[in-house]
């Protein structure tokens, strides 16, 4: 069975810091991986994937996270915080199969402080 | 291109009755799925739609159900509403031309809020 576990229910970093939002995941085979940010009263919105290839990925407004599979983990980081990076954001997991079937983590609350 | 939307935004029943929430996946996705976000929690796997039949399940009893009609829109219905059920129902639509992938990007409607008293 695939999971996917998010280790802080919130992140509180100040302007202009870097920050990490922490994911973990457990897949039988190779997983694709997802970032995904909710802002209130909002469906979810895609940020980037991985699927194979550099560990390294780039996606939405500056963020990128890296594939360490030793460690089953793919940290969401940002060079630069942004005030309006404060939203709720879920890591999820899926497989190669017939369906997309993607797991997500309970959600990480990421807070900027000005 | 439009997006996914989702209707009603809000409903209000009570415990026993039956509701259909309905859906309109983003122009060319081919693949609905459908979750359940409590308050609070991550989003949780349903089910999903390819093809007008259900293509995967996730741990939802049976009175969880849904459809998928020829332009690709879809409905989940709840028979004998509980009040575990209130949550935010969000429905994705994902995919193209070709079956479903794991590897697809899912597009979120804004969801359904379902409150049941």
């Known amino acids: 069975a695939q999971s996917v576990a998010q280790p802080e229910d919130q992140v509180n970093v100040a302007e202009g810091n870097p920050l990490t939002v922490k994911c973990t995941y457990s897949?039988?085979?190779?997983?694709?991986l997802f970032w995904y940010v909710q802002y209130p009263n909002r469906g979810l919105q895609f940020l980037l994937k991985?699927?194979?290839?550099?560990?390294l990925v780039k996606g939405s407004y500056g963020f990128e996270a890296e594939f360490n599979k030793s460690q089953t983990s793919f940290h969401l980081k940002k060079p630069s915080a942004l005030v309006s990076d404060s939203a709720l954001y879920f890591c999820?997991?899926?497989?190669?199969?017939?369906?997309?079937?993607?797991?997500f983590g309970s959600g990480t609350r990421l807070s900027i402080r000005p | 291109e439009t997006g996914v939307t989702q209707s009603p935004t809000h409903l209000i029943k009570t415990r026993g009755q039956q509701v259909t929430l309905r859906c309109s996946s983003q122009?060319?996705?081919?693949?609905v799925s459908w979750y359940q976000q409590a308050l609070g929690q991550g989003p949780q796997f349903i089910f999903q739609?390819?093809?007008?039949?259900?293509?995967g399940r996730g741990n939802f009893p049976p009175r969880f159900s849904g459809l998928q009609f020829p332009n690709y829109s879809s409905e989940l219905n709840v028979n004998a509403l509980e009040l575990d059920d209130s949550a935010l129902y969000l429905c994705?639509?994902?995919?193209?031309?070709?079956?479903?992938?794991?590897?697809?990007?899912?597009?979120f409607g804004a969801g359904s809020r379902l409150t049941v008293l």
């Open positions: 739609y390819y093809r007008e039949e259900e293509n």
């Open positions: 122009s060319g996705h081919n693949t």
């Open positions: 897949v039988s085979g190779n997983p694709y």
């Open positions: 991985y699927i194979t290839g550099d560990n």
């Open positions: 999820a997991v899926s497989v190669y199969s017939s369906a997309s079937k993607i797991i």
């Open positions: 994705a639509s994902s995919g193209g031309t070709g079956p479903p992938s794991g590897a697809n990007v899912l597009t």
